[in-house]
C-alpha cells in the first residue's frame, strides 16, 4: 500500500489547515503522526474502519480526523493552530487494529510540512 499525504503549509497562530491523505489500496487502520525537530515522532490520531477514532490529547477539540472509503482517503482538519503544532505529519496505515504504536503500523506516506507561526 502506498501512502501520499499533502496539504501542509505556513499558517499564523489560530489559524487553520487540512491535511490529506491518500492510500493505493484500503486498510483498517489509518493515522497521522507527526515530527518536530530534534524531535522523536509522535501519535496524532488514528481512525478505524469502523468508524471508532481517538486522538492524543494534545490535539483533542482542535483536530478531526476523517476517512472517505470510497476514494481511499484520510483527512486532518487542524483547527486553532499553536506554534508547538509545526512539524512534518505523516500518514500511516495498518492492516491490524492498532492505535498509536508507530512500530505497528507497516504502510507510510513521504510526510508534510505544518508551520505555525506565532
Known amino acids: 500500500v502506498q501512502l501520499q499525504a499533502f496539504g501542509g503549509g505556513l499558517v499564523q497562530a489560530g489559524g487553520s489547515l487540512s491535511l490529506s491523505c491518500r492510500a493505493s489500496?484500503?486498510?483498517?487502520?489509518m493515522a497521522w503522526f507527526r515530527q518536530a525537530p530534534g524531535k522523536d515522532r509522535d501519535w496524532v490520531a488514528t481512525?478505524?474502519?469502523?468508524?471508532?477514532?481517538t486522538y492524543a490529547d494534545s490535539v483533542k477539540d482542535r483536530f478531526t480526523i476523517s476517512r472517505d472509503y470510497d476514494k481511499n482517503m484520510m483527512y486532518l482538519l487542524m483547527n486553532s493552530l499553536r506554534p508547538e503544532d509545526t512539524a512534518v505529519y505523516y500518514c500511516?496505515?495498518?492492516?491490524?487494529?492498532?492505535?498509536?504504536?508507530?512500530?505497528?503500523?507497516?504502510?507510510w506516506g513521504q510526510g508534510t510540512q505544518v508551520t505555525v507561526s506565532s
Open positions: 500511516a496505515a495498518s492492516q491490524q487494529i492498532t492505535v498509536r504504536d508507530a512500530m505497528k503500523y507497516d504502510y
Open positions: 481512525i478505524w474502519r469502523s468508524g471508532g477514532l
Open positions: 489500496a484500503p486498510t483498517y487502520t
